[in-house]
């Protein structure tokens, strides 16, 4: 019976993780979905599990962008960001400084790649990504609650 093509990622992983001291493959998956890299065949894996991560990370940085600056963004991001102290757009935009030097970073790897600066930028960001994760979550929090303490207040507000 042929491996699944997950069970062969694992597999190919742990030589690689063994090899340059890498995070494990389930810290990564739960932090960065690498397990999509199954559905790709690459000889160049860390450098596709180096992009699947800098999507999640794009993500973020893309959410942050529009708290920090909703010109164009949907209707929902300029009540999230009305809601926003001055300490908490500060704390975005450190966080957003954080992910934009991890973005310049990958685009020097996909300019020059090397299996060996593809590890070191994995590792890199795996420790950098626990405490970006846990400052965003700080700031969906205030979010959270400034969102669900508006819905309140304007059910309250208008009787027609």
Not at 59 to 78: C, G, H, K, V
Not at 130 to 151: A, E, G, S
Request: net charge positive; proline share 2%; with cysteine.
């Amino acid at each position: 019976m042929k491996e699944s093509s997950l069970e062969e990622l694992k597999k190919d992983y742990k030589k690689i993780e063994q090899k340059y001291k890498l995070p494990s493959f389930q810290e990564l998956n739960e932090d960065f979905d690498i397990e999509k890299v199954a559905e790709r065949e690459t000889d160049m894996l860390l450098r596709e599990i180096r992009k699947t991560i800098m999507d999640k990370v794009i993500a973020y940085l893309r959410f942050i962008e529009m708290l920090l600056n909703p010109s164009n963004a949907p209707m929902f991001f300029f009540a999230l960001v009305k809601s926003l102290k001055q300490d908490d757009k500060k704390e975005l935009e450190k966080i957003y400084g954080k992910i934009c030097s991890l973005e310049i970073d990958a685009v020097e790897l996909d300019c020059q790649y090397k299996e060996n600066k593809e590890a070191e930028f994995i590792k890199k960001i795996n420790k950098d990504w626990k405490t970006i994760k846990k400052d965003v979550l700080k700031i969906v929090v205030i979010l959270k609650k400034n969102w669900h303490q508006k819905t309140k207040n304007s059910e309250k507000g208008y009787l027609g």
